[in-house]
């Protein structure tokens, strides 16, 4: 049974989610709009020695963003633009930020939900088979791999598998986003660093849940593994990994910066890439307003989520914020 | 990308890690027990060999490589792996093996630059953090939160676009961007030590704020401090690696390992050894600098 979530919990955690988005512009603002690289003689150099740019295009540049305004009023000016969803443009193209990031969003959303999906499946497999077997070789062997695939790049896996799978075997196309046959590559790739996270977390808690006390009475009454692992142990072990959700949808988004980049894919993360390469400073900043609205979002879900899964929580409780 | 390992260990290792602190018994003999701990642990004594011979690569390349890392031979160019070239040639008939060598100085001092920068960011504000509480513990933290909110290679992403592009760039945003669980570690430490009954009594017996810092919160806050830098170690090898990879880091001609296999990139299809060997490379030393942050740690929970 579903007991209703109280009001004012809910409604703080909103409000913590709002301070959090309103740190993060803040904190990107300030990162982008007042380091000492002053963003337009960066911009006036366009990647090339600062020393060597025109004072005059500098100026006009300086002017253009603002620059030449004390920091706090051009401060307060893009937090109210922002807050109706002006973020600024592109000064190429003159393309609105939030436009751009919207339009290539469903793309890198599309990408990121079946790489979960996979990580999910894979991490949960892997965790399950690192405490599961009874030979101790295997579970050695099996748990070694998700320390493994975090050690790994991920532009490096997704660079292997083009050479394998693309160009060897040719069973996907190299790059491209048409069709479930494209996205293939990039969500295994994808999936790599983040389904070794799941893995390494799920396998720690589900290790400590086995050597609970209660779990040796289950055994006591003479479950055979299978039933201690799936009846009991993994509903408990599950839930140091839930809270991680946050964390782990925002890596699966800072992921795509290379996984989109490796197979030439239209979405979020080579945008972002573009957008640093072009000193398209509003686009960076949508996108690390957006990643924390992502992390805002997903931790709120799950903890919403959280007591349906453990009976022995109810929000609002001090119990359900540790 | 540096919070999926970190996460796992330090979100709730600082709540575990906190019993050693009460009862801190003399560590003498700790470099001989290091030692002879080292000899049933082979994998640990292969990392650290993994971390010291890239370290001396970095050093001393020319005792390693005999092949010039910038100039080819053409006539020699994408010459799979040979007793000549062990790790073959690129495009311009350099050897990949010099290459990787030479290539290890840059990498390694932008690790280093980057995981310096980040301790010493990250410890100063957990410091202020947790000795003075309060308020400037609350802002503190909070904004720790917020930088933790946000991927790391975001952050340094945004921190790269402002500061324009080069090797030292990269490794001033990674680090800034992975100072915050720095800042987290810290804190818990400090916070654990100073409430610990030997330090109250150090107070009560009227020994002065900063001699307690000194003697008693520092040292023991270093453990657990050292273990996650050796993390760190292994997750900006992995973020700044990823970073000149999209082409943010040094400019062409030089070897740093990302660079290299983002070279490689365009001969994935004929010259499978430019990408694959830069990229073991880069994974050997990861785990290595993971496991002997798993050591740093374990020797920190049992001293």
């Given at each position: 049974m579903l007991r209703a979530a109280p009001v004012k919990y809910v409604a703080r955690r909103l409000l913590q989610g709002v301070f959090v988005l309103w740190a993060a512009y803040t904190l990107s603002f300030l990162i982008l709009?007042?380091?000492?690289?002053d963003a337009a003689t960066v911009a006036a150099a366009g990647g090339g020695d600062?020393?060597?740019?025109d004072p005059k295009l500098v100026e006009q540049l300086r002017h253009e963003y603002g620059l030449d305004q004390p920091l706090w009023l051009q401060y307060l000016h893009a937090l109210g633009k922002a807050l109706r969803g002006d973020f600024g443009s592109n000064p190429q193209t003159g393309q609105p930020a939030l436009h751009e990031v919207t339009q290539v969003l469903p793309n890198t959303l599309g990408l990121a939900a079946a790489a979960l999906v996979l990580a999910v499946v894979v991490g949960f497999l892997l965790a399950v088979a690192s405490t599961f077997p009874r030979a101790a070789w295997l579970r050695q062997a099996l748990g070694a791999l998700p320390p493994l695939g975090a050690a790994v790049p991920v532009f490096w896996i997704g660079l292997l598998l083009l050479q394998w799978?693309?160009?060897?075997?040719?069973?996907?196309?190299?790059?491209?986003?048409?069709?479930?046959r494209s996205l293939v590559l990039p969500a295994v790739t994808l999936a790599v660093p983040t389904g070794a996270y799941i893995a390494q977390l799920l396998s720690r808690s589900l290790r400590l849940t086995l050597g609970r006390p209660y779990i040796e009475q289950v055994r006591a009454k003479g479950a055979g593994e299978a039933r201690v692992h799936f009846a009991h142990a993994l509903r408990n072990a599950v839930l140091p990994t839930l809270t991680m959700v946050g964390v782990l949808i925002g890596n699966l988004l800072a992921g795509t910066v290379v996984t989109e980049t490796v197979f030439s894919r239209t979405g979020v993360g080579r945008l972002v890439v573009q957008a640093v390469g072009d000193r398209d400073l509003p686009v960076v900043q949508v996108v690390v307003v957006f990643a924390a609205l992502v992390f805002v979002v997903s931790s709120l879900a799950v903890d919403l989520v959280y007591p349906l899964i453990d009976r022995r929580i109810v929000l609002g409780r001090a119990a359900a914020t540790a | 990308m540096s919070e999926l390992i970190l996460n796992e260990r330090f979100t709730d290792g600082s709540a575990e890690n906190t019993g050693h602190a009460e009862e801190r018994p003399a560590r003498a003999s700790g470099f001989s027990r290091a030692l002879r701990g080292a000899v049933t642990r082979p994998g640990l004594v292969i990392s650290v060999l993994v971390i010291a011979l890239v370290i001396v690569w970095a050093l001393a390349p020319s005792l390693f490589a005999h092949?010039?890392?910038?100039?080819?031979n053409v006539a020699e160019?994408?010459?799979?792996?040979?007793?000549?070239?062990i790790f073959g040639t690129d495009n311009l008939g350099r050897d990949l093996w010099a290459r990787v060598v030479y290539g290890s100085a840059q990498s390694l001092a932008a690790t280093f630059l980057a995981v310096v920068l980040a301790l010493l960011v990250g410890s100063i504000l957990g410091l202020l953090a947790g000795f003075l509480r309060g308020w400037v513990d609350d802002v503190i933290m909070r904004v720790m939160d917020v930088v933790l909110a946000i991927p790391t290679v975001l952050l340094s992403l945004a921190i790269i676009t402002a500061l324009g592009f080069g090797t030292i760039n990269v490794a001033v945003a990674v680090g800034f961007a992975s100072a915050a669980s720095f800042a987290r570690v810290m804190r818990s430490e400090v916070i654990t030590i100073s409430t610990a009954l030997y330090v109250e009594a150090a107070r009560a017996s009227g020994v002065r704020w900063y001699t307690v810092l000194r003697r008693h919160v520092l040292p023991n806050s270093f453990g657990p401090v050292l273990s996650l830098s050796a993390l760190e170690f292994g997750t900006a090898v992995l973020a700044i690696s990823s970073l000149s990879f999209l082409g943010?880091?040094?400019?062409?001609?030089a070897p740093e390992w990302g660079a290299l296999i983002s070279e490689g990139r365009n001969y994935l299809a004929t010259s499978w050894w430019l990408t694959t060997f830069p990229g073991l490379i880069i994974v050997a030393v990861v785990l290595a600098a993971n496991r002997v942050s798993r050591a740093f740690e374990k020797n920190g929970a049992t001293r």
């Open positions: 709009f007042t380091l000492p690289g600062a020393s060597t740019v799978f693309s160009f060897h075997l040719r069973w996907f196309p190299s790059l491209g986003d048409e069709g479930f | 092949h010039d890392p910038l100039t080819g160019r994408l010459q799979a792996p040979s007793a000549q070239h943010f880091g040094a400019p062409p001609p």
